[in-house]
């Protein structure tokens, strides 16, 4: 692999004696609003030799890695593509964080309207996590039902219930459908300095008739049952095949549980999931009637309270149909907001987001 200026380009040689149809096939897949990619050629460069060309928009580093056989994938490489100048979300959501219409304050003597938003410091930042995603379709029900679409709908959901709320806002880690590394997710959640980080699945098992909605928070020890246990290794299994470099070590998740044993974000993410818990039992059954733990990537955030919300059982035929149904999907998002708001209420974020400049005189005033 290698790169090419005036204009830019990234060129891969591969080493096949002839061009599959498959990479033939490659120069129709890119579309039009890529952020990197301009333009794809695939040709025969030299006996043996099978050129990839990459026409870019803009500057790039790129990684290049292979990946054995796991799930239904066989032999991948994997060509991953990042800005020379990585985005920054913070300053984006301070952007957008202005352009909000903000509450005037309330004349003496009146009440304001939401006035128990009056208690708070600044919005509370609440990121959302769709699970899977990509070539990660996660589990699939009997009826084709994939995850990575349940998941990203009651997101949106969620994001637009919070959004309306007087006291908050929402962001997605991802809003369409492509695959983003469990690392990734949780360093969204930290460069935006969220209060929440809430990681939405739809759960699976072997027997058909498992249901009920779970909630999980971080273990920084073991897991509190063999379920969750293996739970956690099918959801972390997920950069595998989403075909994530795994030699690429993140230097904060590396002391994650060092850290997480020294503060007190568990417990708060217990505290968490359990006002979520309780608003989700109005929903639907209750598949374990407390918070699990267990050693989630995901739910790794050194500093930001994090669960994972089992929606229901996808892999129950009932469940999954339910899943489907708008109403229902609207009843989850609602239960899970619910059980946000009823945390906030008791943990309002304390001022130090960059957001509190934004704020209005109102959100200020206490």
């Given amino acids: 692999m290698f790169g090419v200026k005036d204009p830019e380009r990234l060129v891969l040689d591969l080493e096949i004696p002839d061009l599959p149809p498959a990479l033939a096939e490659l120069n129709g897949k890119v579309t039009a609003d890529d952020p990197y990619i301009q333009g794809l050629r695939v040709g025969r460069n030299r006996p043996g030799i099978v050129r990839l060309v990459l026409d870019l928009k803009t500057e790039v ?10 799930a239904a994938y066989g032999h991948r490489l994997v060509l991953d593509i990042y800005p020379a100048t990585p985005l920054d979300p913070l300053a984006a959501l301070i952007e957008a964080d202005g352009k909000l219409p903000r509450a005037e304050p309330a004349a003496a003597g009146e009440s304001a309207p939401g006035a128990e938003s009056a208690k708070v410091a600044r919005l509370a930042l609440i990121v959302i996590d769709p699970g899977h995603g990509g070539e990660d379709p996660g589990a699939i029900g009997r009826l084709g039902s994939r995850e990575k679409d349940i998941t990203l709908t009651i997101a949106r959901r969620l994001k637009a219930l919070v ?27 930290r460069k935006v300095r969220a209060d929440l980080f809430v990681s939405v699945h739809a759960d699976a ?19 509190t049952s063999e379920a969750a246990r293996l739970l956690a290794k099918q959801e972390n299994d997920s950069d595998l095949i989403g075909g994530v470099n795994l030699d ?16 007190a974000t568990i417990d708060y993410s217990l505290r968490l999931g359990s006002s979520v818990l309780k608003r989700l039992g109005s929903v639907n059954t209750l598949h374990k009637a407390r918070v699990e733990q267990a050693g989630f990537a995901v739910l790794k955030a050194p500093d930001v309270p994090s669960i994972l ?58």
């Fill in 309 to 366: 919300v089992e929606t229901a059982f996808i892999s129950n035929p009932e469940e999954e149909k339910r899943l489907n149904d708008e109403e229902y999907q609207d009843q989850l998002a609602r239960a899970i907001l619910s059980g946000i708001r009823d945390y906030i209420a008791k943990h309002p974020p304390r001022p130090h987001s960059p957001l509190t400049a934004g704020a209005s005189p109102l959100a200020l005033r206490d």
């Fill in 163 to 189: 959004d309306a709320e007087p006291n908050m806002r929402a962001l997605l880690t991802r809003d369409r459908d492509f695959y983003l590394p469990l690392a990734a997710r949780v360093d969204k959640a």
């Fill in 205 to 223: 098992f072997v027997r058909p008739n498992a249901r009920g909605s779970s909630v999980f928070a971080l273990s920084g020890k073991r897991a």
């Fill in 61 to 70: 580093k790129p990684q290049v890695f292979a990946l054995a056989p796991v």
């Fill in 248 to 263: 690429v070590k993140d230097k904060y998740l590396a002391q994650t549980l060092l850290d997480l044993s020294q503060t």
